[in-house]
Structures are given as C-alpha cells and as structure tokens.
C-alpha cells in the first residue's frame, strides 16, 4: 500500500519521525525504505535519526537509508 502513496506520503513519515512513540518513528523509518529513492527529500531526516541511542531504531535507519539513498553519493560518508 505505501509503494502506491509513494512520494506523497514522505512528508507526513519525515514528520513521524519526531514523534515520542518509539513505535511509530520504527515504522516511519521503515515506510521510507519501503519506498526507497523515491523518498529521497526524507535523507537529512533520515541522517539525523542516526544520531538515537537506541541501537535497533539506528539498525532500522540505516537499513533505510541504504534503499532510500541508493546510488546518492551523501549517503556512504554518513554511513561510514
């Protein structure tokens, strides 16, 4: 269902990710990557989430980050 929202749905996830419930920045993370470059504007987000304390949420953003940034040349120095 979100690979037919897509884009559109990009900024209402970004905006979840500064949500308090740990539960719903886990499935935004996931969403973006499920939606992969499409979500490319989610990037600065999606860096930013990386600096979380919790490594599983870190795990997930990177996971997402890796589908979402594919082939984007900011990504792999983030990573890194």
Do not use: M, W, Y
């Amino acid at each position: 269902l979100i690979k037919l929202c897509g884009k559109g749905a990009v900024p209402g996830l970004v905006k979840s990710l500064k949500d308090g419930d740990e539960r719903v920045q886990t499935l935004a993370v996931t969403l973006l990557g499920n939606i992969g470059p499409e979500a490319k504007e989610s990037l600065p987000a999606l860096v930013r989430a990386l600096k979380d304390v919790k490594p599983e949420f870190r795990q997930s953003v990177i996971h997402s980050l890796g589908a979402v940034g594919r082939g984007d040349k900011t990504v792999v120095p983030t990573l890194v």
